[in-house]
């Protein structure tokens, strides 16, 4: 919940003149829903891909303060995040709302960002692959084909806190989820885009993208400031 539409404009073309030479990337930013046509506006012509942060499962209806898949893509949006810790953890997101957004999403012709990660509490307790295995079965349930899905593993002990999960730990991490959508959906799961969220920075991206299960990151507070977001994008 950061920046107004004027905020908004400012970051973006900032950051969009940073990365001009930028290539082989797979660039996506996920802007509140108030600045998300006029960003979609100025990203035409442009590598950045468009998400919204959060989306509602019905296409329409009384559903007051909601927005949907189909609204969504109406203002342009590529992506749309699902199941971020944030949402768990303060609206009450559970694995079968997280599994129903998944599903108007992939219906409606959007990417989808599904989130997973265990708290501090439960890594604490060993109950890691616990929670990853009953997140990523809870969300999947009854979808046949994930190639418009990538997943983010995101431990919840590590966002916003300023520790980020060692290199052993993301790996060990990421090769388990990989494991497990393999023994779900065979070796599509080798294609599978998953990414680390959890205190992200310039500092640390690339010994995190060295890790042979890391596709990417998806990147939190040091995305709110273009100089830093593009040297992310950059590689530090």
Request: glycine share 10%.
């Amino acid at each position: 919940m950061n920046k107004t539409l004027p905020d908004a404009m400012e970051f973006l073309n900032e950051f969009l003149r940073s990365i001009e030479k930028v290539g082989n990337r797979d660039i996506v930013i996920a802007p509140p829903f108030t600045a998300l046509e006029r960003v979609s506006e100025r990203l035409k012509g442009t590598v950045v891909m468009l998400s919204a942060q959060d989306v509602f499962y019905e296409e329409k209806g009384a559903y007051t303060g909601e927005v949907s898949p189909l609204m969504l893509r109406d203002v342009g949006c590529r992506f749309v995040i699902i199941g971020h810790s944030e949402r768990r953890q303060y609206f009450n997101e559970t694995d079968e709302t997280v599994n129903k957004k998944i599903k108007a999403s992939l219906k409606e012709g959007l990417g989808v960002i599904f989130c997973i990660g265990e708290s501090l509490s439960e890594r604490n307790a060993g109950r890691t692959f616990d929670v990853l295995r009953s997140q990523v079965h809870g969300g999947l349930k009854g979808i046949s084909e994930i190639k418009d899905i990538v997943i983010a593993y995101e431990p919840v002990w590590a966002i916003g806190t300023g520790v980020t999960a060692t290199e052993e730990q993301a790996e060990e991490a990421h090769k388990y989820i990989r494991s497990e959508i393999k023994d779900m959906y065979g070796s599509v799961a080798d294609k599978l885009r998953i990414l680390y969220g959890g205190s992200v920075t310039p500092e640390n991206i690339n010994a995190l993208m060295s890790c042979p299960d890391v596709d990417g990151a998806l990147v939190g507070g040091a995305s709110l400031k273009a100089e830093s977001f593009a040297k992310i994008v950059k590689g530090g």
